[in-house]
């Protein structure tokens, strides 16, 4: 399974190196650091997507990932404010199931 990385401070790092050890880490959009590839190319070549941005942009992002019909997961929280909340839990909730499945993958690789 090939995983990408949508913001790559500490915590997307942190994700990209224990992805990394059973995933193939494709890169990252980070516009504040080289390197950094397109959003359209992370969602474009990943086949799961590790969100990691600033709290402000992870339902545009999200909304990104969605549409491309491949699932990311979040390690922080989801909005900054809870209307953003419920509006990312109503497109997100019937997604949950690919959710499931890439967590079901990676737990038989550990």
């Known amino acids: 399974m090939k995983f990408g990385a949508i913001g790559y401070g500490y915590i997307g790092k942190f994700m990209a190196d224990i992805f990394s050890e059973t995933e193939e880490f494709i890169g990252f959009h980070d516009p504040n650091i080289n390197g950094s590839q397109p959003i359209d190319n992370i969602i474009n070549k990943a086949?799961?997507?590790?969100?990691?941005?600033?709290?402000?942009?992870?339902?545009?992002?999200?909304?990104?990932?969605?549409?491309?019909?491949?699932?990311?997961?979040?390690?922080?929280?989801?909005?900054?404010?809870?209307?953003?909340l419920n509006e990312m839990v109503h497109f997100v909730s019937p997604f949950m199931t690919n959710f499931d499945k890439v967590i079901d993958k990676l737990v038989g690789k550990i």
Do not use: N, R, W
Request: glycine share 2%; with cysteine; charged share 25%.
């Open 47 to 84: 086949d799961i997507i590790h969100i990691a941005s600033p709290t402000p942009y992870h339902l545009e992002q999200a909304k990104m990932v969605h549409e491309s019909g491949k699932p990311c997961l979040f390690k922080k929280t989801f909005a900054a404010k809870l209307e953003l």
